[in-house]
């Protein structure tokens, strides 16, 4: 799908959707805890997730996990724990040009991971510079084991707050992670408990708004917003208050497109460090959001593990999306305050984690054309 936008002013109130962080974790503790789980979600990441849980429930031999790391992360552990030996993962082929980063024993066959044996306690040392989701998978699987694991950090962790989510759900569903210096051990075994607690909204798209209210100086009002969340995405708030010169991205990844888009539209030089680790999420988002901010006239320079961007007025364009939400939705974003017209070439890609963000978009009056 392309999409032309138009420079306008939003106004309004916007309720951020459910988080699909929380609800991946949530939905997994529900599984083990014998929970009914929904009928359907919005979002084909976590949808990929209920659907794979289901396969899991209905003794199915195939995970279809679409474009989304967490489900192929979490479940895969999950499904060795469970002792599914010969069931296959399998994704779209940028989600398998991923790193699972862990000794899995799995054979790559048929475009994707066949388990080849269940999961065994025991030390599992991981790189933490690569992904917190594996770190979260064996976090939840662990606890299903016959006896006690560890986990052991090799290198420092990104993205910390993402494992601290993991421990909060496990925590609410009774399950106990002890802390150590290097990493976590998990006693075993344990048995989930349930719980009801509701899903809470989602810092990471409520936070497209609140960059469109900063940059356009109000008018834009963000409601089912926890305060109190280990969700990353909450740093925001900080950032939209002052843009330090430097910004270290290593543990709130997912806010880099949006604060490169305040850095390329405020008269300053910004320094985005500690994203080497980002060229492998749904797309090399480094290269994605430079050639992003380039085609709507911005200047950044690319470095290995960040971006440095000089701000100013962007004067709109056309820009390859590169299948990439975040890409989509920062770009919708700064169409508000560009000089001209946007065209975004795979508008579609939002329906991964924000289906309904053009409905809400439009309903706070932007103008998002389908050509």
């Known amino acids: 799908m392309t999409r032309r936008l138009y420079p306008a ?14 609800w991946h974790r949530e939905l997994i503790c529900r ?6 789980l929904p009928q359907e979600l919005s979002g084909a990441d976590v949808s990929a997730t209920l ?19 967490a489900t192929l992360r979490f479940l895969l552990p999950l499904a060795m724990a469970l002792g599914r030996t010969g069931l296959h993962l399998t994704g779209t082929p940028r989600l398998l040009e991923r790193p699972l980063s862990a000794p899995y024993p799995v054979a790559q066959e048929n475009a994707g991971y066949r388990i080849t044996e269940p999961l065994t306690p025991g030390r599992y040392a991981l790189r933490g510079d690569e992904t917190s989701q594996t770190v979260s998978g064996l976090l939840m699987a662990l606890p299903l084991l016959a006896e006690p694991s560890e ?13 601290d989510m993991t421990l909060d759900a ?18 075993a075994p344990q048995v989930f408990q349930p719980d009801e607690s509701p899903v809470e909204g989602d810092w990471s798209a409520g936070g497209w708004w609140l960059a469109a209210n900063a940059l356009q100086g109000g008018g834009v009002t963000v409601t089912n917003l926890p305060l109190h969340s280990s969700q990353p995405d909450r740093a925001i708030t900080g950032y939209l208050q002052e843009l330090p010169e430097t910004v270290d991205v290593s543990q709130t ?13 405020r008269p300053q030089t910004t320094r985005f460090t500690g994203g080497a680790f980002l060229r492998r999420k749904e797309s090399d988002r480094l290269q994605t959001v430079s050639a992003a901010i380039r085609a709507l006239g911005g200047h950044v320079d690319e470095l290995p593990d960040g971006l440095v961007i000089r701000g100013g007025a962007l004067s709109g364009g056309e820009v390859d999306c590169a299948n990439d939400h975040r890409i989509v939705m920062s770009m919708a974003v700064a169409a508000m305050l560009c000089g001209g017209p946007v065209v975004l070439d795979g508008a579609e890609a939002c329906r991964k984690s924000y289906p309904g ?13 389908v050509l």
Do not use: N
Request: charged share 15%; proline share 7%; net charge positive.
């Open 170 to 187: 496990l925590r609410r569903h009774g399950v106990t992670v002890l802390t150590t210096e290097t990493g976590w051990r998990i006693p």
């Open 151 to 163: 986990l052991v950090l090799t290198t420092p962790l990104v993205s910390r707050a993402y494992v």
């Open 51 to 69: 659907s794979g849980l289901r396969v899991l429930r209905q003794g199915g031999d195939a995970i279809d996990c679409g474009a989304s790391g």
């Open 31 to 36: 599984f083990l805890a014998g929970q009914p």
């Open 357 to 369: 963000f053009f409905d809400d978009y439009q309903s706070l009056g932007g103008i998002a054309d």
């Open 253 to 265: 990844p997912d806010l880099l497109p949006a604060l490169a888009l305040l850095a390329a539209m």
């Open 9 to 22: 002013r939003l106004t309004g109130t916007v309720a951020a959707p459910p988080s699909k962080s929380a």
